[in-house]
């Protein structure tokens, strides 16, 4: 039998002590803002923001997010082994919708001005946005999901 590639999953499925809002992690984030995720250590000033390591204590899930998204986009299956995995897999789909906005035809400036506030605005008030993502807050841990 062939063996098939497996997805990457989120490397904050071993924290421990996670607060779960809606069957997804609240995580703590890189960020100066205050809310209900707490802030990690701004990062030092020797890294860029696009080179986190993912061992460091700055690395956050928007950090894994937008180092994973290529890798797992080629995968038509993902198994969620937890709700880091479901917070990782929501991130994605949500840069895929971004990027889906921008067409090739755009400059590069014209690209910058699109704006993403509609797809939060779908996602966090509209029914539209959740029949997009119909399936994903029923799952448990250890469902396969058709992402695409």
């Known amino acids: 039998m062939p063996t098939f590639a ?12 996670v607060r779960i809002i809606g069957n997804i992690a609240l995580l703590p984030l890189r960020t100066r803002t205050r809310g209900p995720a707490y802030a990690l ?4 000033a020797s890294t860029a923001a696009i080179d986190v390591d993912p061992d460091s204590e700055s690395y956050d899930p928007l950090d894994e997010v937008l180092s994973l998204f290529r890798a797992n986009t080629f995968f038509r299956n993902f198994e969620i082994k937890g709700p880091a995995d479901r917070l990782l ?6 840069v895929s919708e ?10 590069s400036r014209e690209a910058e001005k699109v704006n993403p506030e509609p797809l939060i605005l779908d996602a966090v008030d509209n029914k539209a ?9 029923e799952c448990g841990a250890g469902s396969i999901l058709h992402t695409r």
Request: aromatic residues 12%; hydrophobic residues 40%; glycine residues 12%.
């Open 6 to 17: 497996q997805a990457y999953h989120s490397i904050f499925l071993q924290d421990q002590d």
């Open 89 to 94: 897999i929501y991130g994605i789909l949500f």
């Open 129 to 137: 946005g959740a029949d997009k993502m119909a399936g994903f807050a």
């Open 98 to 107: 971004c990027l889906g906005k921008v067409r090739s035809t755009m400059g």
């Open 41 to 44: 250590p701004p990062l030092p």
